[in-house]
Nanobody, 123 residues
Framework: QVQLVESGGGLVQAGGSLRLSCTAS????????MGWFRQAPGKEREFVAT????????YYRDSVKGRFTISKDNAKNTVYLQMNSLKPEDTAVYYC????WGGGGPNDAFNTWGQGTQVTVSS
């Protein structure tokens, strides 16, 4: 089974940027739809952005549209989340997730998850 490892989290001031990376252990990544999710303390996990296996269709939650960009590099087995204009409310543990094929929508049954990376945005 594919294993996912996130990196790129950290502490940043409001208005700053971070790029999260999630690297898969196997070349079958090219057939995987991928997503980024986040969970803030005391809150349920929520969808942030997803991308279909081709990399041709993306979805974003309303609060990150225009600020975050998800992209997929099959040659590097990696999915990215570029986060700009960060806000304190973006503070959370960010998880990447994947599933074979699928439409890449936020309600897809993602069955492989990474361990998470902390993003903290100070005001």
């Amino acid at each position: 089974q594919v294993q996912l490892v996130e990196s790129g989290g950290g502490l940043v001031q409001a208005g700053g940027s971070l790029r999260l990376s999630c690297t898969a252990s196997e070349r079958t990544f090219s057939t995987y739809s991928m997503g980024w999710f986040r969970q803030a303390p005391g809150k349920e996990r929520e969808f942030v952005a997803t991308i279909n296996w081709r990399g041709s269709v993306t979805y974003y939650r309303d609060s990150v549209k225009g600020r975050f960009t998800i992209s997929k590099d099959n040659a590097k087995n990696t999915v990215y989340l570029q986060m700009n204009s960060l806000k304190p409310e973006d503070t959370a543990v960010y998880y990447c997730a994947g599933r074979p094929w699928g439409g890449g929508g936020p309600n897809d049954a993602f069955n492989t998850w990474g361990q998470g990376t902390q993003v903290t945005v100070s005001s």
